[in-house]
């Protein structure tokens, strides 16, 4: 049995990771994530700098673990940049890391996230990030900020890439469920494209078997859980979506980013779940980045 310290134990992934770990066997308590702030656009040195005294206030809560996971931050896909959105999902994750640094703990996992990659066709665990919101260039800043520790050997930093995580008491989760009970539930052609979307409970036994590996990799991408397109819609609506001919739809989704960019880009991010929904995302086997 190791000692688990989650921070952000009390939210969504937080309560995942840590069921996931005492089904483990691991003794694993919740954290309270300090709340910070920093200027949107921080670079990874500014961020650096920004981390030392905070890190110094949270190191003695960590000392005695094992493992610390990051399960803290904003998950809030569709927010404006603000000083508090990079404080949670830039800054945090470092704070972290340098305060386990200084309790002598030996793993960290930071929970980050694939929107990372954008609108990339194919997801993968590279360093190739290309962020599309402010809250992707926000988790973004994070990983580039950890990517300059880990020359370090001391702790040993996963950043764990969380594709879309689905769960009963997610509003998310409610709105899709909505689409897809509803007649506009559809996909384009016979909807076998793949779907990056996970389970709660996926999420968390994964994070805890990064936690454990012996020799993990310096970036995860959560493997992919086998829904598709249509399988996904089915599951939540209860009924076969309607199938659109393929060329209609990248007509559709080519017109509707069309019509974002004359109106300077609103609504591009509504024009973008709809082509989620209909075409799907891929992304490869976990493929580890060691240094």
């Known amino acids: ?110 929970v980050s996230s694939a929107a990372v990659q954008g609108e990339r066709a194919v997801l993968d665990a590279s360093d190739e990030l290309d962020p599309r919101s402010p809250y992707a260039a926000a988790k973004a800043a994070g990983e580039r900020t950890l990517a300059l520790l880990r020359p370090h050997t001391a702790p040993r930093v996963v950043v764990a890439r969380a594709t879309s995580v689905q769960g009963p008491d997610r509003a998310t989760t409610r709105r899709l469920e909505r689409l897809a009970r509803s007649r506009l539930s559809s996909v384009a052609g016979a909807g076998e494209d793949p779907v990056p979307v996970t389970s709660a409970e996926g999420l968390g036994a994964w994070v805890v078997a990064l936690g454990e590996d012996p020799d993990p990799p310096d970036v995860a991408l959560q493997p992919w859980e086998g ?45 973008r779940r709809v082509e989620l929904v209909w075409f799907g995302q891929r992304q490869e086997p976990e493929r580890p980045t060691r240094t």
Do not use: C, I, K
Request: glycine fraction near 14%; aromatic fraction near 2%; avoid cysteine.
């Open 227 to 271: 829904w598709t397109t249509a399988s996904l819609l089915r599951a939540l609506g209860g009924h076969e979506p309607r199938h659109l001919p393929v060329g209609l739809a990248r007509a559709l989704v080519g017109a509707g980013y069309g019509v974002s960019r004359v109106l300077g880009g609103r609504g591009r991010a509504a024009v």
């Open 1 to 110: 049995m190791s000692r688990w310290v989650v921070l952000g134990g009390s939210g969504f992934v937080g309560r995942a990771v840590l069921a996931a770990a005492a089904a483990a066997g691991h003794d694993a308590r919740a954290l309270p994530a300090p709340r910070l702030s920093a200027p949107v656009g921080s670079t990874p040195e500014q961020l650096l700098d920004l981390a030392r005294l905070p890190a110094e206030r949270l190191a003695p809560a960590l000392a005695g673990s094992d493992v610390v996971v990051n399960a803290a931050g904003l998950a809030a896909p569709g927010a404006a940049a603000s000083p508090g959105l990079t404080g949670a999902d830039a800054l945090l994750p470092v704070v972290v890391v340098l305060a386990a640094r200084r309790a002598g703990t030996p793993r960290v996992v930071h």
